[in-house]
């Protein structure tokens, strides 16, 4: 579960958020990043996901920017640009968040530290690279730099959601078939070859056994398969069982290999639009912290700890098992051009390609073997209730 966490860092007030199993484990993290926690705040994971930055749901945050970009660049003064796109709102809860913006504005608060004032709408990436951009006056570009961000996230999980559909549309209705055949058709074969006995192939018995058992306990079983899915539900919302999922799934040897990637590509990204706005490195590190599983979190902190003890960027990471075969060859390099923040967006940039690439060959041979699965198991259970009318057949004749 994500935590938003007002803390003091260096006698500066800090927001960031955390991934936790708990509020104790969220204010365990935040100590151990040098932070005197004030408050933790739950924040909705569900509605971080639908945002696809860690922001509410409610508000736009992509679109919000890009209005933005466009009245900064028309000439408007920032005041200007959010009343403007507050007087242009009909959504109640995004409206609420722009007067609040505007309001703040007026009495002389900075751009960033009226977004840092809701840290449950505007995340702490985004509001540390418009608060480095500004000093600079190079605001267009700090919010330019997040759309680019914002757009490469959201393609890559539009591509995995695409990609997912149509197994899923097949999966989803082989499972409904099955259960049709298995709790309808079968029942009433049962009662119609019930006196034969002996006489049934074992496997076309077993079969009907089956049949009449799910025809004396129907509502039984109806009762006890949703008790199972809304169980199952229940479960994928429990912090948890979430991250217990999460770690048996890691040890998956080719898909565990494929879900690290993914979260590095993400790392990686979110940490190279920060270095370019300018963000020191160990500061970078505090922020993005959000952005790996928990799993990771160690990992991450012995990197920033070498970092901060000398060590480079490319060794800190490969000693804690944050890069890969291709991402430790750029980040050397990256240090020997002193560009690390372009760096590591073309890390990124490398990976997220690759993953899609993998997830168009995976979709492609697991569609074929899923209708293959799913119609020999509707064959076979339609052979098994044809059997004894074969084997009467066979001993009529």
């Given at each position: 579960m994500q935590y938003a966490v007002s803390a003091i860092r260096r006698t500066q007030a800090v927001a960031i958020t955390l991934e936790a199993a708990d509020a104790h484990d969220a204010r365990r993290q935040a100590e151990a990043q040098g932070c005197a926690v004030v408050a933790i705040k739950a924040v909705d994971v569900g509605t971080a996901r639908r945002s696809g930055f860690g922001g509410a749901a409610a508000f736009p945050l992509l679109q919000f920017n890009q209005s933005l970009l466009i009245l900064l660049r028309a000439g408007l003064s920032v005041v200007e640009a959010?009343?403007?796109?507050?007087?242009?709102?009909?959504?109640?809860?995004?409206?609420?968040?722009?007067?609040?913006?505007?309001?703040?504005?007026?009495?002389?608060?900075?751009?960033?530290?009226?977004?840092?004032?809701?840290?449950?709408?505007?995340?702490?990436?985004?509001?540390?690279?418009?608060?480095?951009?500004?000093?600079?006056?190079?605001?267009?570009?700090?919010?330019?730099?997040?759309?680019?961000?914002?757009?490469?996230?959201d393609l890559l999980r539009k591509r995995v959601i695409g990609a997912a559909i149509y197994p899923a549309m097949i999966l989803g209705v082989g499972a409904l078939v099955i259960a049709f055949l298995l709790l309808y058709v079968v029942p009433r074969f049962s009662l119609v070859f019930q006196d034969l006995g002996d006489r049934i192939p074992l496997m076309s018995r077993l079969l009907l056994q089956w049949g009449q058992f799910a025809h004396a306990h129907g509502l039984a079983l109806l009762a006890g398969g949703v008790v199972v899915l809304v169980g199952i539900g229940y479960a994928a919302t429990v912090p948890a069982v979430r991250l217990a999922v999460a770690r048996q799934i890691q040890r998956i040897p080719r898909i565990g290999e494929f879900v690290r990637v993914y979260q590095l590509a993400r790392f990686y990204r979110a940490l190279g639009m920060l270095q370019q706005a300018g963000i020191p490195i160990l500061a970078a590190l505090d922020m993005v912290v959000g952005l790996l599983p928990v799993t990771l979190h160690a990992a991450l902190a012995g990197a920033r700890r070498d970092i901060g003890e000398g060590r480079s960027i490319s060794a800190a990471f490969e000693a804690h098992g944050l890069t890969t075969a291709v991402s430790l060859r750029l980040l050397r390099v990256a240090e020997r051009t002193g560009q690390m923040g372009e760096m590591l967006e073309r890390t990124a940039g490398f990976h997220e390609e690759d993953i899609a690439q993998s997830i168009d060959w995976f979709i492609r041979?697991?569609?074929?073997?899923?209708?293959?699965?799913i119609g020999l198991v509707i064959g076979v259970v339609v052979l098994l209730m044809y059997a004894p009318i074969f084997e009467l057949a066979g001993s009529i004749q």
């Open positions: 959010i009343e403007t796109l507050a007087e242009r709102e009909s959504r109640a809860d995004a409206k609420a968040v722009l007067t609040r913006l505007h309001q703040q504005l007026q009495v002389g608060l900075s751009l960033s530290a009226a977004l840092e004032a809701q840290p449950a709408t505007f995340p702490p990436l985004y509001v540390a690279s418009v608060r480095a951009n500004e000093k600079t006056g190079a605001l267009t570009e700090a919010i330019e730099r997040f759309i680019a961000y914002r757009a490469q996230a041979l697991f569609e074929p073997l899923l209708m293959i699965a």
